[in-house]
């Protein structure tokens, strides 16, 4: 049974982001266990409540209305010492055939012998605050599953539903292959897993494992999101339940940068495909490390590409609005002044000649766009569709930057804080006209603690 979160955690820090969801201190890395369930979603993450550095793996929970305040639950699972476990690993939350929610998660030994199980937890009371961890009786190890000899990284279930069936993938590694394993369960209970075949494999020069691994339907297209210790990765195929095989049609990054780490999506109750993400690499010793991105609504784009945006909840936390004129830009900066104290949310319209080169400068982070795509920094340059036409968004929370361009190329980056309060758009080359621009200051959305119920 888990416990209350130790102590009331504060965070003074004031490059610390105002409205991402983090915890209430110390270290948080993968979204686990996104659900909605009884008008609330959860989101569960991995999480080290005794530092800001990775290690001794819990399960961090919270809970939200509307994606954007959150309430900090007590910690969900953590581990189960007595019977040799060492860390809960991620791993997904899902309803089992009576509506009931089930947590599963990789359970790494303490006996240094890297030979994972995957576990089942349920929950100890309606709400969900509570958890009993089955350690003792894993659902899937690799003494018994009836699959080929993975290694024992064996990792990070993530359930899911097809044609009225429940499967299962993990990341595994078999031969000189990184593979995602599928396995079905027949009853709906999600103890018992039987396994049916390898659903997609890459050689390990290619793809070094397919960390966090996931899958969902957007637009009546399957995806699978996986990160390969490098950025998110994206697949959009077709699912063949017949052979158990996954066949790749499209392919791409879900963000240009690393700092953008181990999504999970989720299906909301509204039909919505939305992208949970973890944002990476803030400085050390400072209390706190690790936060979510914006939680972003997905689509497929007329090229069958992926395509994401802020949900739209984003604008309950927009304050002060200010327009920005039209205006013919020139190889000289033209500026626009953020609003609000280093938290805003902006976005620029803007017309290109086919010869046209647009920069565009903020926070320390510099974009060019032409009409091959898109380079942020000294990132690999992104395609994008051929348009005329540049959607430019930011965000910006403090130390957090995320941008977006025509909903296709993202960019996340942690930088230096305090920042400039200026977006410097030129034309490099070529005729580019800035149409409009608007941009909000945004409120900060503290995360409450829980309180137990008197």
């Known amino acids: 049974m888990s416990l209350p979160y130790p102590g009331d955690a504060c965070i003074d820090d004031p490059a610390c982001p105002t409205w991402h969801l983090g915890p209430p201190a110390q270290w948080m890395n993968d979204p686990n266990g996104i659900i909605h369930h009884e008008g609330w979603w959860h989101a569960y993450y991995q999480h080290n409540p005794g530092g800001d550095i990775w290690g001794d793996m819990h399960w961090g929970h919270a809970r939200s209305r509307d994606l954007i305040h ?101 990341g595994a590694a078999f031969g000189d292959e990184a593979v995602l394993p599928l396995y079905e369960n027949l009853d709906g209970q999600l103890r018992d897993w039987t396994y049916r075949e390898i659903l997609l494999r890459k050689p390990l020069s290619e793809t ?33 339940l017949e052979n158990y095989r996954f066949q790749i049609k499209e392919s791409g990054l879900l963000g240009e940068s690393k700092n953008c780490y181990a999504s999970q999506p989720k299906t909301g109750p509204d039909g919505r495909p939305l992208v949970f ?42 304050k002060k609005k200010i327009s920005y004129p039209a205006t013919k830009l020139t190889p000289d900066s033209h500026s626009l002044t953020m609003p609000g104290e280093s938290s805003s949310h902006g976005e620029i319209n803007l017309t290109l000649s086919d010869d046209a080169m647009l920069q565009i400068d903020l926070c320390g982070v510099t974009i060019v766009i032409d009409h091959t795509g898109v380079q942020f920094d000294d990132s690999a340059p992104s395609p994008l569709p051929s348009s005329s036409t540049i959607h430019f968004r930011w965000l910006l929370d403090r130390s957090l930057l995320e941008l977006f361009i025509n909903d296709r190329a993202t960019y996340t980056r942690v930088v230096d804080y305090p920042t400039a309060n200026t977006v410097a758009v030129k034309a490099n080359q070529g005729t580019i006209q800035l149409a409009d621009a608007h941009a909000w200051s945004l409120r900060a959305s503290p995360s409450k603690p829980w309180s137990p119920p008197t």
């Open 70 to 170: 959150w309430e900090h639950l007590p910690i969900a699972l953590r581990p189960q010492l007595a019977d040799g476990e060492l860390h809960c690993y991620s791993g997904c939350c899902v309803l089992n055939s009576e509506g009931e929610p089930r947590i599963l998660y990789t359970s790494v030994p303490q006996d240094g012998s890297r030979i994972f199980k995957q576990v089942l937890a349920t929950p100890d009371d309606k709400d969900c605050l509570s958890w009993t961890q089955h350690a003792s009786k894993p659902v899937l190890d690799l003494d018994t599953h009836d699959g080929p000899n993975f290694t024992g990284v064996w990792r990070d279930p993530y359930v899911f539903h097809a044609d009225g069936r429940t499967f299962m993938i993990l």
């Open 208 to 240: 070094k494992f397919f960390e966090c691994p996931s899958i969902i339907q957007v637009d009546g297209h399957w995806v699978i999101f996986y990160a390969p210790y490098r950025q998110m990765e994206w697949y959009l195929g077709t699912l063949d």
């Open 277 to 318: 993400n973890w944002i990476r690499s803030f400085p050390k010793n400072k209390g706190w490390n690790g936060r979510f991105g914006v939680i972003r609504r997905l689509w497929i784009g007329e090229d069958s590409r992926l395509c994401s945006a802020p949900i739209e909840e984003l604008s309950l936390l927009q």
